[in-house]
């Protein structure tokens, strides 16, 4: 019996598209973290939601290999963050829906807007990281985006 494919095997198999992508984290102790010229915040325990989007060699794959790795030299605002995050789980489609799935999943009950600017330096969007104290539902965030967006190709989650 062959064994089940790691992670990192399933994103680089699934994911190898341009596209929008969710990212969802467990922070397990509030930490004060400096991220680059954005300063210094205090993030709380609980569930993060981070949006962006992959259009490069490598697709949402390549971006998000990236985002799983901790970065010695730090590139984006997530890199700032992600050596004290779990990751638990990414959703991502071939669309492009960046700012409006921020938007959206901002909406959500219990959803607010972790630190103004984070993530949205190439954008006017708010920030592109929610904070959630309840683990947010699978199902759940699928469902508002395509029920929001119906005609986009589906949504295909994995639990990391």
Known sequence: MAAAATPRERIAGSFAFPGTYMLLFYLPARQRVAVGRL??????????????????????????????????????HLDYLRPLMRPRGLGAAPCDREHQWAARLGALPGAHLSMKGFGASDCCCPGHLLYLSRRPEGEALKNALQGEFPHDPPLIMITL
């Open 39 to 76: 300063g210094t915040h205090l993030f709380l325990r609980g569930w993060y939601i981070y949006v962006g989007s992959a259009r490069g060699p490598g697709g949402v794959a390549a971006r998000v290999g990236h985002h799983l790795r901790c970065q010695k030299r730090p590139r984006w």
